[in-house]
C-alpha cells in the first residue's frame, strides 16, 4: 500500500505540490488526472527519488518503508517502479546488458542469487513476445532510434522483468497509436495483481478504457482535488476541466 | 630579437651526460644520432611556450633523467615476461622487450607465421640493414624533440616485414621490471608490403612506485591496398613518465586502424603522425584514456592528407577522475592538391569530478578547396538525467556510473574486429572502473 501525506514539494523556489494526500490500496489501480502544470509529473518522479526536488512536508509510505530517506535504486529495490514519460536514450548500452545489470542489481538488493544467462534470456523471450517486441530490437543500445511506441513498449518489459509492486505510468499513452496503445494495455492489465498497485497518470480518459482504473483522482495546484470511481475520467472527458481550474482560481 | 639561452635543467644536463656517454657504445650510425641530439638539445626539453607542448611541459614534467636500462639476466627476463598481463588472454605471435631490449631467444625465427620476417634492430643497426633507409618514414617527425630523443638514444627494436594477409596477431611486448627508475628508447619499424593485412598489438606495462622513462617509437609504412590494424595500450606503472610516437605513411586505398588506450603512468604524451601517401587510402584512429589521482595523458595527433581522395577518423574518449588531466591536439593538414579529403576529428571527454581538467586543441589546416573536414571537441559531466533513470530501475549510484562511463569509451573501442582483444579492451576499462569504487 501507498500511503502519501501532506506532501509539499517545491523545484527552484517553485511550489509544486501543496500538501497533497492520497492513498493506493494493494492490487489497486488509481488513475491521476489534471491539467498540464498541476503537479502529475513532479509526483511520480518525486515518488521514484528523483534529485532535483526539495520535500518541504509530507511522507510517502510504501508497505510503511518511508521512501523519502531511500535512493532511487534502493526504492527501485523496495518494488516502486516509474515508467518514463520519455524514456532516455542510452547510447552503447544494449538493452540486453541494461535489463541484466538491473535485474541483477536488484535480486542483490533484496540479498537474492544472480539470474543465470539461460534463466535470463527465457525471462526476456517470454515477456517480449506478450509485447511483440522483436529481438533485434533487443540488441541494440537501449532506446536509441527507437519508435515512441518502442519504448514505452520497452518500459513496460522492464516492469514485466523487475516484477515491482508499485507502479507508476507517467503518461504512457503519449505518443502511441492505436495499436500500441493497445498492446502496452494489454501488457499493463496481464501484470494486475492482488499485490501489484498501479499509479496511472493521464490527461486523456482514452488510457482509461484500455487500463481501467478502481479509483480516479483529479489533481490540479499540487493536490488532490476530487476523488471517485472510473465514472469520473468520463465526466472529466465531458466538461474538461474548467471546474477545477476555476477553484485554482479562487 | 636575440635568443636567450636558458639555463639546463637537471634532466637536460642528464640526457647531455647519458648521450656523451653512451654515443660510442650505441649502434649504428652514429653521424644520425649526433644530429637528432644536437637538434633536440639546442631547444633542450620543450616547455609550455613551445606551441605542441602547451599543454605538457616537458621541462617542468621530467625533473631528471633516469639511466638508461642495461640488458636484464635471462632470469630477469623470464620473470618479468611471466608476470605480464597485458592483453595476456590474446592469442598471439609474441615479439617482447624487457628493459627496452629485444628478448629475441623467445622468438621461435624458425616457426613465424608465413609472410612475418622479423629483424632485431641491434644487428640491423650494427650491420647496416638495408630496410634501415625506409625508418623515418615521416620526415618532419624529425624536428619533434620527443622523436628525436628516441632516435638519439634507440638501441634496439625489431624491424617487421608483412608479406601477403596474415592471421595471427603480433604482440610487441615491452615490460619494464627494473626496481628503480631506468629510462629506455626502442625503435620497431613495421614494413607492410603491398595487398598485406596485419593486426598489431602493443603493449607497455611496467610496476607502481617507479619512475620510469619509456620513450617508443612505431613506425608502420603501409603499402597499397594493405589492412593494418594497430591495438596500443599504456598500462605502465603510476609513476612512469611514457613518452611515445606512432608514425604512420599509408599507400593507395590502404586501409589503417588505430587505438590508443591509456590507463598507466604519471605523465603520458602519445603522438601520432599519420601520412597519407596514397589515394584512396582511410585511418580511424582512436584513443581512450582513463585517468585519475593526478595522471597527466595527453593524445597529440597530426594527420597529413598529402593525396586526393582520402579518409580519415579520429574519435578520442577520455574519462577524468579525481584531479587528472586530459590533453588532446588533433591536427589534419590538407595541402592544396588533397581534392576530395573527408575528414573527421572528435574529441570527448567525461570529468567525474570537480578537480580534473580536460585540455582539447583540434585545428585544421586546409589548402584545398573541395574537401569535407570537420572536428569538434566536448568536455562534460555524466548526464544526470541518464543516472537516474538507471537508477529508477535498482542500479546503485556506482553501478549506473560504470555503465555510463563504459558506454561513453566503448564508443571508441567498438570498432576492433577481434574478439578477444575488444573484450580485453572492455575488460581494462571495467577494472578501471571497479578500482575506483
Known sequence: MLEIKNLVVQIEDKRILNGLDLTVNNGEVAAIMGPNGSGKSTLSYVIAGKEDYEVLDGEILLDGQNLLEMEPDQRAAAGVFLAFQYPLEIPGVASMTFLKAAINAQRKARGEGELTTPDFIKRVNAAAGQLEIPKDMLKRALNVGFSGGEK??????????????FCILDETDSGLDIDALRIVS??????????????????????????????????????IVKSGGKELALELEANGYADYRESEAA | MADVTLMKTPAETGLVQAFESAKTLLPGNAESRAKAFEQFNLRGLPHR???????????????????????????????????????????????????????????????????????PLAEALASGHDWLARLSPIPWA??????????????????????????????????????????????????????ASVTLLETHESGNGTGHQPNDVVEIIAGDETNVRHVRMNAEGDQALALSTLAVKMGTEAQLTSINVVVGSAVSRHQVFANFDGENARAQINGATMVKGRQHADSTLVVEHAAPNCESRELFKTVIDDEATGVFQGKIIVPHHAQKTDGRMMSAALLLADGGSMNNKPELEIFADDVQCAHGATCGQLDEDLLFYLMARGLPKKEAESLLVQAFLGEAIEFVENDTVRDALTATVEGWLRARS
Open chain 2, 49 to 119: 611556450r613551445v606551441e605542441e607542448f602547451k599543454y605538457t611541459d616537458l621541462r617542468a614534467l621530467m625533473r631528471e633523467a633516469a639511466p638508461f636500462a642495461g640488458t636484464p639476466s635471462a632470469v630477469q627476463a623470464k620473470e618479468a615476461l611471466a608476470g605480464a598481463k597485458a592483453l595476456a588472454g590474446v592469442s598471439a605471435l609474441q615479439v617482447p622487450f624487457v628493459n627496452g631490449h629485444f628478448m629475441r631467444d623467445a622468438v621461435r625465427f624458425d616457426a613465424l607465421p608465413e609472410g612475418v620476417e622479423i629483424v
Open chain 1, 152 to 165: 514505452k513498449r520497452m518500459e513496460i518489459l522492464q516492469m514485466a522483468l523487475l516484477q515491482p509492486t
Open chain 1, 186 to 223: 494489454e501488457g499493463v492489465n496481464a501484470l494486475r495483481s492482488a499485490d501489484r498497485s498501479f499509479l496511472v497518470i493521464t490527461h486523456y480518459q482514452r488510457l482509461l478504457n484500455h487500463i481501467v482504473p478502481d479509483t480516479v483522482h483529479v489533481m490540479s495546484s499540487g493536490r
Open chain 2, 142 to 195: 624529425a624536428d619533434n624533440p620527443v622523436y628525436q630523443l628516441n632516435t638519439s638514444f634507440m638501441a634496439d627494436g625489431v624491424m617487421l616485414r608483412i608479406a601477403g594477409p596474415v592471421e595471427t596477431p603480433i604482440h610487441l611486448r615491452f615490460v619494464t621490471s627494473e626496481t628503480s627508475a631506468v629510462a629506455t628508447a626502442t625503435r620497431v619499424l613495421v614494413l607492410v608490403e603491398d595487398r
